[in-house]
């Protein structure tokens, strides 16, 4: 993809369908609506709203900051037959209350499986360069490259202005998470190997989703 499309900033209008699995999104409102890429991704048709879920539990993946269990490639089927659902909400908002917003209890998640992203290095503005702070468009573009390949995680981003700056912050991390990994022990691995390299320099923050 070439990299001027990434960099452009406009908001490129939905084209198609992705060749991919059902992205739901859960707008909890508690950033300002410029800040909100959640909203964005609902308004460029890249995802649902999750307001309007209806019929059996959700049983597909949830990107949970606070879970212990990192996204792996081996969860594509079930993210694919099931959807992925990540959530809108502010940094600050789950630090001081320790968990996601309360309002997603109205919903049946009981067979949702909630996971965490692997360790990555946001590329927005608010957050820019911050270990795993990533905003809302990055944990999706992320979690499209786990799932799906790259092709289909820069599809996606190249809607958004700060998609080319987290994909060459992130590069080598996602092509390893991708390539290397299948299982979440191999991403835990992984993980591992990040930090035993001399120019890792990790920062407060839980993964993003």
Not at 28 to 40: H, I, K, L, M, Y
Not at 110 to 120: G, Q
Request: charge should be positive; aromatic fraction near 8%; glycine fraction near 10%.
């Amino acid at each position: 993809m070439p990299r001027e499309e990434l960099e452009s900033g406009r908001e490129v209008s939905f084209r198609g369908p992705l060749e991919t699995l059902d992205i739901w999104v859960l707008n909890a409102c508690e950033d300002s609506p410029r800040a909100c890429t959640g909203r964005r991704i609902l308004r460029l048709g890249l995802g649902r709203d999750f307001r309007s879920f209806r019929g059996a539990p959700f049983g597909g993946v949830i990107l949970d900051p606070l879970s212990p269990r990192p996204l792996c490639p081996a969860l594509g089927p079930r993210a694919r037959d099931k959807g992925l659902l990540v959530i809108d909400c502010s940094w600050n908002q789950i630090r001081s209350r320790g968990r996601l917003p309360p309002e997603l209890g109205r919903f049946p998640l009981r067979h949702a499986l909630r996971v965490r992203l692997p360790l990555l290095i946001a590329g927005n503005p608010q957050h820019f360069g911050r270990w795993t702070e990533l905003n809302t468009a990055e944990a999706v573009g992320a979690a499209l490259y786990l799932l799906r390949g790259p092709s289909e995680a820069e599809r996606f981003l190249r809607r958004f202005s700060f998609g080319w700056s987290f994909l060459q912050a992130n590069g080598e991390r996602l092509r390893r998470y991708y390539q290397e990994a299948i299982t979440e022990d191999d991403v835990l691995t992984l993980e591992r190997q990040e930090f035993q390299r001399p120019e890792a320099d990790p920062v407060e923050g839980s993964a993003a989703g």
